[in-house]
Nanobody, 122 residues
Framework: EVQLVESGGGLVQPGGSLRLSCAASGFTFGSADTSWVRQAPGKGPEWVSFINSVGDSTYYADSVKGRFTISRDNAKNTLYLEMNSLKPEDSAVYYC???????????????WGQGTQVTVSS
């Protein structure tokens, strides 16, 4: 069974930090490109950050660049998002995503976690 399980969310004051984790199982995590996507109440999904399967290429949304750091540990099948200098507008449910291709049968896949709530408030 494929699973992506996020953790690490919570309530933090503005300027604070959190570290999100996403534990993967049931598929070859080391072959998947991964992302973090967030959704605030009443808003559409917002892509936050991407890291490729081997961890040597990363991208960030302008809104989080310089404050968030994405990383992964393929030996532990885990994706991370280090969030610093948090702002109220960072409040959202954060989802991890893993995507890739398979050869037998040929096709693509995209898996999603259940999300973890981040609330930035004083």
């Amino acid at each position: 069974e494929v699973q992506l399980v996020e953790s690490g969310g919570g309530l933090v004051q503005p300027g604070g930090s959190l570290r999100l984790s996403c534990a993967a199982s049931g598929f070859t995590f080391g072959s998947a490109d991964t992302s973090w996507v967030r959704q605030a109440p009443g808003k559409g999904p917002e892509w936050v950050s991407f890291i490729n399967s081997v961890g040597d290429s990363t991208y960030y949304a302008d809104s989080v660049k310089g404050r968030f750091t994405i990383s992964r540990d393929n030996a532990k099948n885990t994706l991370y998002l280090e969030m610093n200098s948090l702002k109220p507008e960072d409040s959202a449910v954060y989802y991890c995503n893993a995507a890739g291709v398979v050869s037998t049968p040929p096709g693509e896949y995209a898996y999603w976690g259940q999300g973890t709530q981040v609330t930035v408030s004083s």
